[in-house]
């Protein structure tokens, strides 16, 4: 695994030879995306290339994939991706709903609670990622 040092001099470097940083972040490994200056777009962390697909095309494609292609269908190394992948969204999806109620709300005790289970879902985000 690359440590944050190492990662963050490699992104410096992209960026001072005119590859664009994304706002957008890897699906694996959660680091920043760039987009070079052919237009692709890839993660110097993972060195993967990362497709974007917009979101009607991506409800599709999860429909059929998931009617077609049945999970114990795939080897276990692509479950687990998939697996990781969704269980990034769920906490992705939490996580957003928690900062919309801290936001929102003005009761102490609550605003207590919302930010405690916000920072275990910020720690189970980290474990996620080194898997």
């Given amino acids: 695994m690359i440590k944050i040092k190492e990662a963050a001099k ?24 760039f987009r070079d200056k052919k237009g692709d777009i890839f993660c110097p962390i993972c060195n993967r290339k990362v497709v974007l697909v917009d979101q009607k095309t ?13 999970l114990k269908d795939l080897d276990n190394e692509e479950k687990k991706i998939i697996i990781n992948q ?8 939490k996580m957003q709903f928690l900062i919309q109620t801290l936001e929102k709300e003005n009761n102490l005790d609550i605003i207590e609670k919302t930010a405690r289970t916000l920072t275990q879902l910020i720690k189970l985000m980290r474990q996620v990622n080194k898997l």
């Fill in 10 to 33: 490699k992104m410096a470097h992209l960026l001072k030879t005119g590859y664009t940083m994304l706002n957008m972040a890897c699906p694996v490994c959660n680091n920043p995306v």
């Fill in 86 to 93: 969704h269980f990034k969204e769920l906490i992705n999806k």
């Fill in 58 to 70: 991506e409800n599709n494609s999860e429909k059929n994939q998931q009617s077609n292609l049945p």
